[in-house]
């Protein structure tokens, strides 16, 4: 019983917000343009529900490859980093700066170097900037994680270097790469549809640019759907990733 | 015949200052050695010098024992999760180049000597503390080291599992003889274990006394409740005692 009322909370609380809202847009005659209702919305879901799909497997296609993409770079930078601390100390403050930097100041910069008919290829190079840096910090920390004492025993048994990589800190960073993979794999949709946003029509099919095109349009309800789907989007793959990472995790523990 | 010494050791640690010394110690081969004393003395970098793991500051350790003859057991079973029971048991003959099949042969044997003959395929998450515990015993005893190191090994198990355990250290010692130290709290169970009982005092560490055991090695059974282990508790708890209002 208890169960079911903390499964339904979530649910209710929507549909409640969703009834206000509703009755707000009628009672106060707010105009469609300003803040179409919930009806509205989902009847241009309902609508454009092809083209919508199509480009939210758009935008996620292109998320996925720059998750690809970061998940070899920042892993093979990260084996390379980790076996010398001086590499360790000079490609630090690069990371972070790469971090930092707000990726949609960087786009603009990207789009032009991609060039103006290679829109996707700025995009998946945008999203994997954002996405390296969570993998790569995992993939650091995680190979500094192993148990101390068990690094003594690799002393006492003469492990080589190869044979402690291999056999001790590269099965002890499973976890933290796992980690670092489900963060980056939500930063990579993010920053896929803010390439998109500053690629602009330029032959860019995602979300972000159904959002834009029906802005221009003043079409706000289907601003809305795009929305939807795009919110939807990111908690589907994330509770995706949440179990991949717990499937993953079981084998790796044994149970 | 000694099989390793600690002669007029010193360590100091950057930070902390003198951590352990100077400390005289040589084990005889076949020797079972306690090493007990307050935390903070300097047991487990006494036991961490004796391995090899660690250089002393000043002073010689000598070591017969050659590579991969000397084995630890730690406080935690420090097994790797990834790996099942047998093949933790089988890695430190794999890391020495023994073919894979061999070892794991050889590993599911040593599991077998521990008690843990069923238990060979199960991961470490799947173990109670008392049967990890036996698994990095076994992971010890596989290479058929000369000298057994263990660090409060028993520490983090409840009194029975404990007791079970040392009298299966006891049993396996008196199969392949192995010089063993162990590093304890517990003066009962220094007593019970060993044949020499080492006190050591705070700050930093001194021997300040000691002590033979008599009786025969693995223990009889009352052995606990006979005169004879009761006076040798009281003289290594007194010695403990002098110890600690010395170094205060």
């Known amino acids: 019983m208890r169960r079911l009322a903390e499964r339904l909370a979530p649910v209710v609380l929507v549909a409640l917000l969703l009834a206000a809202w509703e009755t707000a847009c009628r009672l106060l005659a707010i105009p469609a343009y300003f803040l179409p209702p919930p009806s509205r919305i989902a009847a241009s879901l309902a609508a454009d529900a092809p083209s919508l799909l199509a480009s939210a497997w758009n935008t996620l296609f292109m998320a996925l490859v720059a998750l690809a993409v970061a998940s070899v770079l920042a892993q093979a930078v990260a084996l390379v980093v980790a076996l010398s601390p001086i590499l360790e100390r000079a490609v630090r403050p690069l990371a972070v700066v790469l971090q930092v930097t707000p990726v949609v100041a960087v786009a603009p910069l990207v789009v032009i170097w991609a060039g103006i008919d290679h829109p996707e290829r700025a995009i998946v190079a945008l999203a994997a900037v954002v996405a390296f840096f969570p993998i790569f910090s995992g993939a650091v920390t995680g190979l500094k994680s192993a148990d101390p004492d068990l690094e003594r025993l690799f002393d006492l048994y003469g492990a080589t270097r190869v044979q402690r990589l291999m056999r001790l800190r590269l099965p002890s960073a499973t976890p933290y790469l796992l980690e670092g993979h489900k963060v980056a794999a939500g930063l990579a949709v993010i920053g896929a549809v803010v390439a998109e946003f500053v690629a602009g029509s330029g032959g860019a099919q995602g979300l972000a640019w159904r959002i834009l095109e029906a802005g221009n349009r003043l079409q706000t309800a289907r601003m809305f759907a795009a929305l939807v789907v795009l919110g939807v989007l990111g908690a589907v793959l994330h509770a995706g990733l949440e179990r991949l990472e717990g499937a993953i995790l079981r084998l790796w523990r044994g149970r | ?248």
């Open chain 2, 1 to 248: 015949m000694t099989i390793a010494a600690l002669q007029g050791v010193e360590v100091d640690y950057p930070a902390r200052g003198r951590a352990l010394g100077p400390l005289d110690l040589a084990i005889g081969e076949g020797e079972i050695i306690a090493l007990v004393g307050p935390s903070g003395c300097g047991k487990s970098t006494a036991l961490r010098l004796l391995a090899g793991l660690e250089a002393p500051s000043r002073g010689t350790v000598r070591r017969q024992p050659g590579r991969g003859e000397t084995s630890v057991v730690f406080q935690a079973p420090t097994l790797a999760p990834w790996l099942t029971a047998r093949a933790n048991v089988a890695l430190p003959l794999e890391l020495a180049g023994t073919p894979r099949r061999v070892a794991r042969d050889r590993a599911a044997e040593a599991l077998a000597r521990v008690g843990l003959a069923a238990g060979v395929d199960a991961r470490p998450a799947q173990l109670s503390g008392g049967m990890a515990m036996r698994v990095s015993l076994a992971r010890a005893l596989v290479t058929d080291p000369r000298l057994l190191l263990l660090d409060e090994p028993f520490a983090a198990l409840d009194e029975i599992t404990r007791r079970a355990l040392a009298d299966d250290v006891l049993a396996l010692w008196a199969r392949y003889r192995p010089a063993i130290v162990f590093v304890t709290h517990n003066v009962e169970e220094a007593v019970y274990m060993a044949s020499r009982v080492v006190v050591m005092t705070r700050g930093p560490g001194l021997v300040a006394a000691q002590v033979a055991v008599d009786g025969p090695l693995p223990r009889p059974a009352h052995f606990r409740t006979s005169a004879g282990f009761r006076e040798t508790a009281e003289t290594v708890s007194i010695a403990l005692a002098a110890g600690m209002e010395a170094a205060a």
